[in-house]
Each structure stands twice: as C-alpha cells, then as structure tokens.
Nanobody, 126 residues
C-alpha cells in the first residue's frame, strides 16, 4: 500500500521550532523528488522546499524569501522519510503542511504530484 504520512505538527509559540516528518511506504524516495507545501486558510497551496532525488540539491519555491534561513528540508534515504525543520516560526506560518513526491522539483512546484500526504496542521500562536 502506497502511503505518505506526515507527522510533527502542532501548536507552537512565535519564535518556536517544529520538525515535520513524512514517512513514505510502498515507494522509495530514492526515485522521486520530494518536497513540502503548505496551505493557509483562504489561500492557495504554496510550495516551500524540494529536494531532488538525482543530485540531492534543494530548491525553493519561496518567491518572497519569507521562509529563507528558517526552513530546512532533508531526506533520510535509509528510513525513506522526508523532514522539514522549521525555526523562528511566525503566526503567518500557520497552515496545513503537506509532503509530496514526483518526477522533479519543477513538476512538484506546479502541484503535479505522484504521491502526497494528508497534511499536518501547524499553528503558530501565543
């Protein structure tokens, strides 16, 4: 059974940190680009970061640099998991966070996914 399951979301105060994880089963992240996306209430889903399966490079879809220096993506091939480390969180980071996998980061940023998770809620509030 193919699954891509996020975990690690929750309520955090501004300035705090969270680490999201996404466990893949039924397919190997070795063969897919994988990335993180988020969707805030009333807004469109936006790309965050993606890591290429071919060369391990990371790519950002953050056109405003609002997450630059705060969010880091990583992949653990041995455990077939994808992670997103989020530091110095701000209220505007509140959203449902999703992981997804596909043939290339450029394709993922067009929101064309082969596999995607159900999402995990991140709420940043005091």
């Amino acid at each position: 059974q193919v699954q891509f399951v996020e975990s690690g979301g929750g309520l955090v105060q501004p300035g705090g940190s969270l680490r999201l994880s996404c466990a893949a089963s039924g397919f190997s992240l070795d063969y897919y680009a994988s990335g993180w996306f988020r969707q805030a209430p009333g807004k469109e889903r936006e790309g965050i970061l993606c890591i290429s399966n071919s060369d391990g490079r990371t790519y950002s879809a953050d056109s405003t640099d609002s997450m630059k220096g705060r969010f880091t993506i990583s992949r653990d091939n041995a455990n077939n998991t994808l992670s997103l480390q989020m530091n110095n969180l701000k209220p505007e980071d509140t959203a449902v966070y999703y992981c997804a996998a596909g043939p290339a980061c450029a394709v993922l940023f067009l929101h064309e996914y082969d596999y995607w998770g159900q999402g995990t809620q991140v709420t940043v509030s005091s």
